[in-house]
């Protein structure tokens, strides 16, 4: 191909216990799918999921067993961790059933979608929508990736996140209020999914601020966990 301009390095994630790299294509997330996290923000019930997007740019792929540094964006002072379980999508397809939804799953990783908690205030204030406060630069950290077949029973896995070794939040990935089969039938109905995407799955309750200097741990049973310093 016959670019005008050098295009962009292809955003990628690590794969854990291999050097290869799993390339992305979009990220997608889904909001408020704990019911204890939807009452922290205001919600309740079993509403129908929402979604909305990152950049593909966006992810901060950190290596195993070592800290990432994740710098503090601009235009915010009170920016939000919310850990969350990542499928990674290795057949696109649309109009998926539930049924067949695990088998377009490549593999499972531990993310992080960090928030401009006030800038998504005011854009909910004002009936905006969130672009500003979720898909900005290094918004969307994420540990190395591990393939379906050696991550376990992550329906049962638990979930969690310390900052500066302070547990902050803690959960199961059954609570989900959609589970993963009916995240990926639902998305793939608004936008056909490709080999690629990325799907936040949404975070349990317990979200909260986080400081220039903090050091955030998150794991999900069987998979890598992931090490962030905010800078």
Same mark, same amino acid.
């Given at each position: 191909?016959? /670019?005008?301009?050098?295009?962009? !390095? ?17 990220? /997608? ?53 919310? %850990? !969350? ?10 109009? %998926? ?7 377009? $799953? +490549? ?22 929508? +969130? ?26 896995? !638990? $979930? +969690? ?16 209020? +959609? ?20 799907? /936040? ?15 955030? !741990?998150? *794991? $999900?049973? *069987? ?9």
């Amino acid at each position: 191909m016959n /670019y005008v301009i050098t295009p962009p !390095e292809q955003a990628s994630v690590a794969v854990t216990g291999t050097e290869q790299r799993f390339p992305v294509h979009r990220i /997608y997330c889904v909001g408020r799918n704990y019911a204890d996290h939807a009452r922290e923000m205001g919600s309740s019930g079993r509403e129908a999921p929402f979604f909305f997007t990152k950049p593909a740019d966006a992810v901060l792929s950190a290596v195993a067993d070592q800290v990432i540094t994740m710098p503090y964006p601009t235009l915010t002072g009170d920016l939000h961790h919310e %850990i !969350e379980l990542v499928a990674a999508i290795g057949k696109g397809g649309s109009d %998926i059933a539930v049924a067949d939804a695990p088998g377009h $799953i +490549w593999g499972y990783a531990v993310g992080l979608d960090m928030t401009r908690r006030d800038l998504q205030a005011d854009a909910k204030k004002l009936g905006r929508p +969130w672009c500003i406060a979720k898909g900005f630069d290094a918004s969307a950290p994420i540990a190395p990736i591990t393939p379906v077949a050696q991550a376990g029973d992550i329906a049962h896995a !638990e $979930i +969690w996140l310390k900052v500066n070794g302070e547990a902050r939040q803690s959960g199961r990935i059954e609570q989900m209020i +959609w589970n993963l089969a009916e995240v990926v039938s639902h998305l793939s109905r608004a936008w056909q999914l490709a080999p690629g995407d990325l799907i /936040y799955t949404g975070t349990p309750a317990g979200v909260g601020a986080v400081q220039r200097g903090d050091v955030l !741990e998150g *794991g $999900i049973t *069987g998979l890598t966990p992931l090490h962030v310093r905010v800078a």
